[in-house]
């Protein structure tokens, strides 16, 4: 557990600079140093006779073996965009003409060589993207055009993924996908003739184009649960990995301490391979420096064992007593499939009597964060904000003192987390992404079933900091027990353009938008 007390004392000392808007050490740590590779998966007959169906890895895979090329998957998923984004409103941009020149030219042994050498990827619209629009939803950013990559769309690129077009989001990342005015815009990608239902959080466009196989993958970012949800919601793995983790240059802020940056995934191991690209230090964001190596994340999400499988290393999952209080049926069932896998221990944990108060009340804080970077457009034209102004307001109504009152409360609150809930556990299942958004620690979210209206369902696991690996571990090992992860919804039926006018879009509210925000 050596390393277990180093990476607490790094966190707690990260921790403290952040919110103190310092940086913590000009040494950096090292990335994953080796070549990352992709092993050699089962690839399913359904993504044989359909790209589209393969994940990431499988596409990999059949890549290697020369049976796809670039191009083919490409031109896979544009065929599906056009046929059906008019309904999923999944793109708030599509770079059709240059993706298809990039596949054309990883086709040909030229660009970047690296692990997701020609595979299709969808970002959030609030990454900066080279040369293309990057409008995060808001009347402030409607004519941005950025002339450089954020580190982590620059990083994915190196290592040879292709730009499909960017994902629709909230706007400026506050509530589920609308436009700036809150029309509702992307669905729930397993419900797309019914837009009330909820998708998810603020990346749900992102979220929608993997589970309606319009993109292999994609990347999203999280300040309340705008991961782990969508990810729930649609039948996806959505790892949040610790702050500092992944680069935040290059992305639209909305809450300096709390915002992260990670992959929304068709299962583990795409998740892996996703941040093993994005992660690793960054000097442009001090956030990322002296923090512990990044580990091998594709080592963890490969299942071990060759006499029945079991988790890679012993593990306690943390089981809080009000996680049955929500999906009894579906949670019991999962606990016990988690639990009978070899090396998983199930313990029960018991929460401290404040816990409400520290992970509701003072979660408020957040507001004022997003104000500072913002105070410009606040006093020039509120209205650029469109249904999230008020929230804003809110944080700008905030006072100091209660804005550092809250940081005491934070401060108590890692200490009941890492000393009180995660003394007890390895991993701790959550029945809400906030308490570990407000400290900046690692979560996934995984598939477990469905609901009697068909609409997946999952859970959420957060991680020691800097244990990205474990929690991988445990997801990994679940998913080659379960088939949950491999389904997918059906496509939408009927002509475009009478599934484009067949609905009508809710419009939030500002009032329903500042009780979603993020």
């Known amino acids: 557990m050596a390393d277990r007390a180093l990476n607490r004392r790094v966190f707690l000392a990260s921790s403290a600079a952040v919110a103190g808007g310092v940086v913590l050490s000009a040494t950096p740590a090292r990335a994953y140093t080796a070549t990352p590779r992709v092993p050699d998966v089962d690839v399913r007959q359904a993504a044989r006779n359909d790209p589209s169906e393969a994940t990431l890895a499988e596409a990999v895979v059949l890549m290697r073996r020369g049976k796809l090329t670039a191009t083919e998957l490409t031109e896979a998923y544009l065929e599906r965009i056009e046929r059906y984004d008019a309904v999923y409103q999944a793109y708030a941009e599509v770079t059709g003409e240059a993706a298809l020149a990039a596949a054309r030219k990883a086709d040909r042994g030229q660009g970047p060589r690296g692990v997701l050498h020609g595979i299709p990827l969808c970002v959030k619209d609030n990454y900066f993207t080279d040369g293309v629009p990057t409008r995060c939803n808001s009347f402030i950013f409607e004519d941005f055009v950025p002339d450089e990559d954020a580190t982590a769309v620059a990083r994915l690129r190196q290592a040879g993924g292709i730009l499909l077009g960017k994902g629709q989001m909230g706007p400026l990342a506050t509530t589920r996908a609308t436009t700036p005015n809150g029309t509702v815009t992307t ?70 301490t709390r915002d992260h940056a990670g992959p929304l995934a068709r299962d583990a191991m795409d998740a892996a391979i996703m941040l093993q690209v994005m992660a690793g230090p960054d000097a442009r964001d001090p956030r990322t420096l002296g923090l512990p190596d990044v580990p091998d994340l594709i080592r963890a999400a490969t299942p071990v064992g060759t006499k029945g499988l079991r988790v890679r290393r012993a593990t306690k999952v943390g089981v809080p007593a009000d996680f049955l209080s929500d999906r009894r049926e579906l949670r019991s069932a999962f606990l016990d499939q988690l639990g009978a896998i070899p090396g998983v221990t199930l313990v029960e944990v018991k929460y401290p009597d404040d816990w409400a108060l520290l992970t509701g009340t003072f979660n408020a ?18 209205a650029k904000f469109g249904v999230s102004l008020l929230s804003w307001l809110q944080g700008l109504m905030l006072s100091g003192d209660e804005w550092i ?37 690692p979560e996934i979210a995984f598939p477990i079933g469905f609901d009697g209206d068909g609409v997946p369902a999952g859970v959420i696991l957060g991680g020691q900091p800097y244990e990205e690996d474990r929690l991988l571990e445990v997801a990994a090992v679940y998913q080659a027990v379960t088939d949950w992860h491999t389904r997918r919804p059906a496509d939408p039926t009927g002509s475009q353009a009478r599934l484009k006018a067949s609905t009508t879009r809710p419009r939030l509210s500002a009032e329903e938008a500042a009780a979603a925000s993020a």
């Open 365 to 382: 804080a957040r507001l004022c964060e997003r104000t500072e970077p913002f105070r410009h457009w606040l006093r020039a034209d509120p």
């Open 405 to 441: 009152t809250a940081q005491r409360a934070k401060n108590h609150l890692v200490r009941e987390v890492l000393d009180g809930v995660l003394n007890q556990c390895d991993v701790l299942l959550q029945t809400s992404p906030v308490p570990f958004d407000i400290l900046g620690l």
């Open 187 to 256: 669905v729930n990608a397993w419900t797309p003739d019914d837009p009330s239902v909820d998708p998810g959080g603020s990346s749900t466009g992102p979220a929608c184009a993997v589970a309606a196989r319009l993109a292999s993958s994609s990347i999203g970012t999280q300040t309340g649960g705008s991961i782990v949800l969508p990810s729930n919601q649609q039948n996806l793995t959505g790892l949040k990995p610790t702050m500092g983790r992944v680069s935040l240059h290059g992305v639209i802020p909305l809450s300096f």
